[in-house]
């Protein structure tokens, strides 16, 4: 149990559909964040948010839509996706101070069909 | 440049073999680092870390030492389980840039 939950955690959409992804944080951190890891290549970090505020968005296409409504919640909102979005969505939280340690949602197993 | 590398992999073991993951960064000061593990089906976990140089790493048999001469750190562990059959990442803390990953399979 790392304390940060992630819903659901397989998804198959179409390419038209719109769907969203789920996260939540039980650990009292106030920095969370979305990372996409497809086979063989790096971890990609994808969005960070701070006390609830974006505070880095790495150049990713806007059929992406994180929200951080709270400082325990964090979704990542899907439509018109490409087969190539297919991937494993991880989700972390950490304590802003403290050089960053993160900590890990089990992942949102992603096919675009 | 900003960058972590760390071996390529499999790596394959048998039980009780010395292990040693490599991991190299650039950076132009001092930051964190980590070792993550990522067992299958799950996420990240994080494994071991040193927040400045010489600092070493420690937790469940495995070690780390920051060392900036040579801007390593490496992962090793005396005596591998089947158990620790998994995928090690090298990070960085201040820019979250971590490794490709290395694959760790140990057989009986």
């Known amino acids: 149990e790392t304390g940060v939950t992630q819903t659901p955690r397989h998804l198959v959409m179409g390419m038209t559909n719109k769907k969203s992804l789920k996260c939540e944080q039980h650990?009292?951190?106030?920095?969370m964040y979305w990372y996409k890891q497809s086979a063989k290549k790096p971890l990609e970090l994808m969005f960070v948010?701070?006390?609830?505020?974006?505070?880095e968005n790495n150049s990713v296409p806007s059929r992406f839509s994180p929200e951080c409504p709270n400082s325990s919640h964090l979704f990542l909102h899907l439509h018109t996706l490409q087969p190539e979005d297919s991937a494993l969505y991880l989700c972390?939280?950490?304590?802003?101070?403290?050089?960053?340690?993160?900590?890990f949602g089990p992942g949102t197993r992603l096919t675009v069909t | 440049g900003n960058s972590v590398t760390q071996m390529e992999g499999p790596v394959t073991l048998s039980e009780e073999a010395f292990l040693t993951i490599n991991c190299t960064y650039t950076?132009?000061?001092?930051?964190?680092l980590f070792w993550y593990v990522q067992y299958p089906g799950e996420g990240l976990q994080l494994l071991l870390k040193?927040?400045?140089?010489?600092d070493k790493g420690s937790n469940k048999g495995f070690e780390a030492t920051y060392r900036k001469e040579t801007t390593s750190f490496h992962l090793e562990k005396g005596s591998v389980q089947v158990s620790d059959s998994a995928v090690y990442f090298c990070?960085?803390?201040?820019?979250?840039?971590f490794g490709t990953g290395t694959r760790l399979q140990v057989f009986p």
């Open positions: 040193a927040t400045k140089a010489d």
């Open positions: 650990l009292g951190h106030n920095a």
């Open positions: 950076a132009t000061g001092y930051p964190s």
């Open positions: 948010y701070s006390l609830e505020e974006r505070v």
């Open positions: 972390a939280s950490s304590r802003q101070a403290e050089g960053r340690e993160q900590y």
């Open positions: 990070a960085r803390g201040d820019k979250l840039i």
